[in-house]
């Protein structure tokens, strides 16, 4: 009898334990502490955040004081971010004739910045470049391209945007790319095509990481059959919590982790919280019934819709629907730390590439309140550090060290 009840007992003890190794909850008190701790000590870096849109279409200059956009300078060193992976999108319905201009002309912005911010701002292209710019008090910048539609199906053209800096690509955005599927369009390729699979293979042997975010379930699984190295999800949540389809399964959250890439958790309220994208969805006939007014009003004019009017549009059509709090991106942390592991789960927040935000993390500049929190839940100063960066940090070495193995062989 005594034995059964201390089985018992030992049940009762494993299942009141917080999952995946992390301490009992801390007191906010001893949340500030580690928090306080951590943000000396991490290299925080967000993978996605779509400001160069701005710099282009508007002139908008990073340093701005009054920015009115998520990501600044002043914000980036507010909330203690380290280092940015801006993102080279170009609209998949941009016309195919100046497709590479536009997306040279928003590579171009960024080194523009770069330049024009040199006290800053550091432009880098590795890891080891990351860790440099950060001791030197300045904040790394690096580019990621989204959607393989802007290689307009050559590979030379992905040689080109490697050249020019660019370290990770999203395989699609919202439609299909002909060689890969998207998890907003009908199946096509079921997967990849060979030609997808030869991009796969050249960004593989450049040292480009992989992005799966926005592809379809048949892709994700196509890219891990034919990848050499790690891949990453540049900005994507757990469809668990809410079904997006562009938000990652458990299986596929499991999968990533046995190709020993990492999901950054995407900040967009949509595809956080359930509630918010049932709500969400009821305007979206209405909302892209105005964008396409818009866009073809615009084009009368001989000019294209920039991403700005856009949100601007559906912030006036379902501005008023009730976000969720921050704290939901930490339960999809949480989620995802327990399905994949504490060793494959980062941020990437999509920031300035939203038309909405969580309450407490309307800009850049509130990341720290996400480490408190995340402190707060348990985690350890050294996981919390993973979570921040040393994990997409790990990704991108194995991602050059696979390049430099097949460029000498």
């Not at 912005?109 to 800053?120: G, K, L, S």
């Not at 920031?351 to 909405?356: E, L, S, V």
């Amino acid at each position: 009898m005594k034995r059964v009840l201390c089985i018992c007992c030992l049940a009762a003890l494993t299942l009141a334990a917080p999952p995946h190794g992390r301490a009992a909850q801390r007191t906010p008190a001893e949340a500030e502490q580690v928090a306080a701790r951590v943000l000396e000590r991490a290299i925080i870096i967000d993978s996605h955040e779509d400001t160069p849109q701005p710099m282009l279409d508007e002139g908008y200059d990073l340093a701005d004081p009054d920015s009115p956009y998520m990501v600044s300078i002043p914000k980036m060193r507010q909330g203690h971010l380290g280092a940015a992976f801006f993102s080279i999108w170009v609209d998949v319905k941009w016309p195919p004739a100046t497709l590479i201009q536009r997306t040279l002309g928003l590579i171009d912005v960024v080194d523009e910045q770069v330049e024009r911010h040199r006290d800053a701002l550091g432009l880098v292209t590795t890891a080891a470049d990351v860790v440099r710019i950060h001791q030197d008090g300045k904040i790394a910048v690096l580019m990621g391209l989204e959607g393989g539609h802007t290689i307009a199906n050559d590979l030379r053209v992905l040689d080109i945007y490697y050249r020019l800096g660019v370290r990770y690509m999203t395989l699609t955005h919202t439609a299909n790319t002909g060689w890969a599927d998207s998890s907003a369009g009908k199946p096509q390729a079921n997967g990849l095509t060979e030609f997808g699979r030869a991009v796969v293979a050249r960004m593989n042997r450049l040292g480009m990481m992989v992005d799966i975010s926005h592809v379809s379930d048949a892709t994700f699984y196509a890219v891990l059959a034919a990848t050499k190295a790690p891949v990453i999800a540049s900005h994507s949540s757990c469809r668990a919590l809410c079904n997006a389809p562009r938000n990652m399964t458990d299986e596929m959250i499991r999968a990533l982790a046995k190709n020993n890439g990492v999901m950054q958790i995407n900040f967009y309220p949509a595809f956080l919280d359930q509630d918010y994208a049932s709500e969400r969805k009821k305007f979206s006939k209405q909302i892209d019934a105005a964008v396409e007014t818009a866009r073809a009003e615009h084009a009368k004019k001989g000019e294209h819709l920039t991403y700005a009017e856009e949100v601007a549009i559906t912030q006036r059509i379902a501005g008023s629907i009730p976000t969720p709090s921050f704290e939901r991106i930490a339960e999809h942390i949480d989620h995802a730390v327990q399905v994949g592991g504490v060793d494959h789960v980062g941020i990437g927040s999509d920031f300035d590439g939203i038309d909405a935000a969580p309450r407490g993390m309307e800009d850049v500049s509130k990341l720290p309140a996400l480490v408190r929190e995340l402190a707060r839940r348990g985690y350890s100063e050294d996981d919390l550090i993973k979570i921040l960066s040393g994990n997409l940090l790990r990704v991108m070495r194995e991602v050059e060290d696979t390049a430099r193995r097949m460029q000498n062989n």
